[in-house]
């Protein structure tokens, strides 16, 4: 088992959008949603989670198009992957 960040999916998204993640060892995990700015617009998961396979969804209406980044940490793992919404 290992670490595991996927592109989001679909991508680019409207209005919603889905991000699958991977954990080896059950550890404090944290998802957030950034923009370009390098701004948090919103934290998706932030709790100890066992290891396993997670999907999360992620929709915002509040969001104008463009880039954003999503970064997932776990443990020693970081990982930062870029999506796309378009309106």
Do not use: D, H, R, W
Request: charged content about 15%; cysteine-free; overall charge positive.
């Amino acid at each position: 088992a290992a670490f595991l960040l996927n592109q989001n999916y679909p991508n680019p998204f409207n209005p919603e959008t889905k991000i699958n993640f991977s954990i080896p060892k059950t550890s404090n995990t944290v998802l957030k949603v950034f923009n370009t700015n390098g701004t948090e617009v919103q934290t998706l998961v932030n709790q100890n989670l066992q290891a396993g396979t997670y999907s999360v969804e992620f929709g915002n209406t509040n969001l104008t198009s463009g880039i954003y980044f999503y970064t997932l940490t776990s443990g020693e793992f970081k990982e930062t992957k870029k999506m796309i919404l378009v309106k």
